[in-house]
């Protein structure tokens, strides 16, 4: 049987020790509270500004197409924002129960 050197035993534990370190750094940590209230600001403003750019250009595209400026513009644009408004009342069911 082969004898390990000593500079190997040590490399040895100092890769445990690394990857211990590594474990350590690796958990989930608490976000503050400001953190988690500035992520859900952000995604409920783009929420409801991106339903209401995508009706608009929608609506602009069909009048375009059609000849009925402006009306297909206004209505989708309600539309957009009709759908911005669902998915941030989704986000927000949908975050409270993930608090309970």
């Known amino acids: 049987m082969r004898k390990v050197p000593d ?3 040590q490399m040895d ?3 445990k020790s ?3 370190q590594e ?3 690796r958990k989930p940590k608490k976000e503050s509270a400001f953190v988690l209230a500035s992520k859900n600001g952000f995604r409920v403003g783009t929420e409801l500004l991106s339903g209401v750019l995508v009706g608009a250009a929608i609506g602009y595209m069909a009048d375009k197409y059609l000849g009925t400026r402006p009306w297909l513009l ?5 539309f957009g924002g009709a759908a911005g408004f669902l998915n941030v009342y989704r986000f927000v069911k949908n975050n409270g ?3 309970e």
């Open 7 to 9: 500079d190997i035993k």
């Open 13 to 15: 534990e100092r890769i």
């Open 18 to 20: 690394l990857q211990k």
């Open 23 to 25: 474990a350590e750094a």
């Open 74 to 78: 206004i209505v989708f644009l309600f």
């Open 97 to 99: 129960k993930d608090k």
